[in-house]
């Protein structure tokens, strides 16, 4: 199969784009380093003509308003192309429930799609293993670990996410999480078994809608359409 990968040298992308390879695809990998920022361009048409899947696994966190736009660029791509490819975009478990800035733009990046004409999956995710490594990573100046508070984790592993993407789902909608649920003490103490530390654990009110979506239970998922392998190990 013919497709084109957004994304392609980030957290999922990278193993992504290596399985499709080594399933036997021919795989076009798109990055804003390589060709540019979606949010100010289409996609060149030698690019989208002959593609039969499209799977954006872009996050731009640090810019993440720009992600409706960035959809809607990719689309104009495939119109002018004339080809009708799926759609498979990466999302949140639950992103259409919380007022988080950062899921509110995702949620819009997949309405794009999702009112585009085309066939379309949206994949909904819980928290990626590196998403909480990366939380405790932060505040190793402090010589702290912070917890959030009322807060469990299903964390999935980037590689088991890429391993699910590259079946290619033709369903509408497809929920991923990880094999296991974890308090966030428990993920600390394996994350300080993992790294040697002797950070002190200390109890953390994440504030704002994150908070709140986290207190609430909303990342977490007890019908998942399929589930990780790989525990949370620390890194």
Known sequence: MNILVLGATGNIGTPLTQRLHDDGHTVAAWSRRTHGDLSTQLIPLDMVE?????????????RSSMLPTMAANVVSSVHRAAVTPRILCLGILNQDKSTFS????????????????????AVRCTQFTTFLTSLFDAATPTGLIPLPTGAQWQLIDP???????????????????????????????RYRTAHGSKRILVNLRVPGAFGKFLREGLNLTTEPDAM????YQGR
Not at 171 to 179: E, N, Q
């Open 228 to 231: 990780g392998t790989l525990t």
């Open 50 to 62: 002959g593609t039969e899947l499209i799977i954006d696994v872009t996050d731009a966190k640090r």
């Open 159 to 189: 590689r088991d996410v890429a391993t699910q993407l590259a079946c290619l789902p033709q369903s509408d909608v497809l929920t991923l999480a990880g094999p296991e649920t974890l308090t966030s003490r428990e993920a600390a103490e």
């Open 102 to 121: 950062y899921y509110k733009h995702k949620q819009q990046q997949h309405q794009v799609y999702a009112s585009s004409g085309l066939p379309y999956t």
